[in-house]
Structure formats: C-alpha cells, structure tokens
C-alpha cells in the first residue's frame, strides 16, 4: 500500500493547516500515513537561528500571518493568533510521540486547533493534561509515560531522523520512495506522488 | 478590470514557471497583468544574507532544485541547472524595464527559458544581445536605452517599490486590493484572487 510520513512541529504555523487536512486528503488518495512529530529548533540552531525565521525576517513574518489567515479562511478552519510565537511545544511533542495509533492523530489536531484556532497557549502542563483527557485518556498516565527517560529518547531519535532525511521545515512529506515535500502547499501533491509511486521498491 | 502585478527577479528559480505560467493563468481570469522585474539582491542583503538562502541553507537548496525539476516536469518546461547560482541578473533586468508592452514578457520568458531551460548564462552581454534581436528589435538600441541613467533609475525605483510593499522573495504577485501571495505555487490563488476583488476600490 502506498505510504507516506507526515512530519510537523507543534510551533509551526503551516503545520496547523496540514494537520487539520491530512487524514482526509490522504485516505481520498489510499495512502497509509505515520505521524511524526519532531523539534525544528535543533534544525533551526544548527543553521544559526536561536529564533523562527518569521520573527527573525519581519516581512516575512508579516506575510505569513495574513497567509495563514488566508489559508484557514479558505479551508474553513478557526484561527486566532497566539500572543507568543513560536510556543514551547516540548511537552506537546512528547506527549504525541507517547500515543500510538489514533490517538496520535487526535491529540495532534486537539493541541494544534487549541493553539492557532483559539490562539491558547500549548507551553502549558494543564493545558496538554487537558487535551489529552479530551481524547478519552489518562493524563496522568500518558503525562507520566511522555516524560520517561525511555520517551525522551524516541523524540530524540525521532528529531535526528527529521535531520537524516534533509528536512528543514515543516510541515514535511516524506513519500515511500524518498521524496520530500515542503509545507502544507504541497500536502496534495505529495499524497498524489505517494499514490502514484505505490508499486516501486519500498523501503523496509 | 480585475489587476495585478507580477514582481519576478531573474536570477530566482521559482521566477521561471511562474514566468511561464502567469500569462495565461492571467488571461483565464480576465486580469490585467503588469510585470515587474526588480533585484532581490538588495533586499537579501538588507536582512544579512550576501548569498541565495538556497545556498547558505543546504538542505533548502537541495530540497529547492529537487522540487523545480518536478514542477517544471510536471508543467511540460524543459530544466537543465546553470553551472552557477545564482547568476548575475542586473543587465537582463535592465533591459527588460527597458521594454515596453508585449515586449517585456516576451524578452522575460526568453531569458528564463534560456537561463532554466538550457542551463546558460543569463550574465553574458552578447546572450542578452541575442535574446533581445530573438524578440525582433534592435539589440544595440536596447543595451543602449537599458543603460541609460535615466532607466538604471528605473529599476532602482522599482526595486525601492519592492521593498516598500513587504516582498521578501520572488516571484511575488500584488493584487490591485495590495494583497501580497508569494511564489510560484500561489499564482493561481492570487489570480483568483484579483479576479474576485476587482470590484473594491482600486488603489489609483
């Protein structure tokens, strides 16, 4: 079956918008997706940024912020601009790299609509507990399981993959066969490479 | 009529489809389209950079030829990568500020196909000699009114306009409304765009 990684970052903006889109857009195209949730600061730190490239280049900045008005117009998704930007999203990452099959996706949406659909803060232990009692799970246990030495480590690795594979950005779409794709602009041409590009070798 | 200006710099990648595409992307929609050649080159400098991001960034680099060759594959234009990048694009944008009315995007898309397509240099005066006498004018009379004082101030001012409308990056489409959609892949959205909005009150 044709795959794809859908790779965000719970500070990213544009994430918002692919996250929101994704499952839909993919299962339209019979693509099998893995959410993978990373931390672009490393990638960012090791470019020279202590900061996101939209606070540190102001048109571009500004740009960005009508864009994404924009786009959730367009999509017809909520969106309110948090205070901060970008957001502590340690805890965020964690915790969704800590949930298996639905429930990944779930709480991914659940934190990204609390954060730029009504613009509240995801830095915050209350706010993430809140979440994820809101998919129907314990967050003491899932908080307690996000934070163990055993969970840091697969974010890690996770972050160091995101790093292998050349991603710079996200959103990112990483297909079966290789291909990277860049931003929520390019989820459906992604999806359509990845569909398309089913039959070749897999990797493993 | 519905309006907007396409702002492109020839030495950007993402410049060459949207080059070839804008036209009759605009023509579909019933926008006037006013092309604008300017110079990027001041405005990376302005925010620190003294190269292309697609060169002081690698990944962005790798990421970005990647994702040309499938757009350009994808539109049916030849690609083939030009030895260096990026190329010295003042005197190709010279002339074209230069030229008026039909001439202008005839002379652009020249250029773009020769500098992407073929892979040659766009810096070398005698290319651009041949590129303007392809076009059906006179190159000596062109090279000469382009290096006027009087057009070298042109396209100082309109690279002073870029600056003063937020671009950041090429290509970059303004609507008659002043809504700013950057690159390639929102051409289609910022046409429909001024198509819709063509009834507000234009700016004069």
């Known amino acids: 079956m044709a795959a794809a990684e859908f790779w965000y970052e719970f ?8 996250a929101m889109r994704v499952a839909a857009l993919a299962g339209a195209r019979g693509v099998a997706l ?23 280049y102001r048109n571009k900045g500004r740009y960005m912020w009508r864009d994404l008005e924009r786009i959730t117009a367009a999509a017809g998704l909520p969106f309110r601009r948090p205070e901060r930007f970008p957001q502590n999203s340690l805890l965020a990452a964690r915790v969704a790299v800590a949930l298996d ?11 990204f609509a609390a954060e730029f659909g009504e613009g509240l803060s995801i830095a915050d232990r209350e706010r993430i507990a809140a979440l994820v009692a809101a998919i129907g799970l314990d967050p003491d246990a899932v908080l307690a399981d996000a934070e163990s030495d055993a969970n840091k480590a697969r974010l890690k690795d996770q972050c160091a993959r995101a790093a292998e594979l050349g991603i710079f950005g996200a959103p990112s779409l990483v ?23 089913s039959g070749s070798t897999a990797k493993p």
Chains 1, 2 share one sequence.
């Open 101 to 111: 099959g639905e429930a990944r996706p779930e709480f991914t949406r659940g934190v």
């Open 11 to 18: 500070a990213s903006t544009y994430s918002y918008p692919a």
């Open 175 to 197: 297909t079966g066969d290789g291909e990277l794709f860049w931003g929520d602009d390019r989820l459906e041409q992604g999806l359509d490479w990845a569909a398309k590009h």
């Open 34 to 56: 893995e959410w993978r949730p990373f931390l672009l600061g490393p990638i960012f730190a090791a470019q020279g940024w202590r900061d996101s490239p939209f606070n540190l």
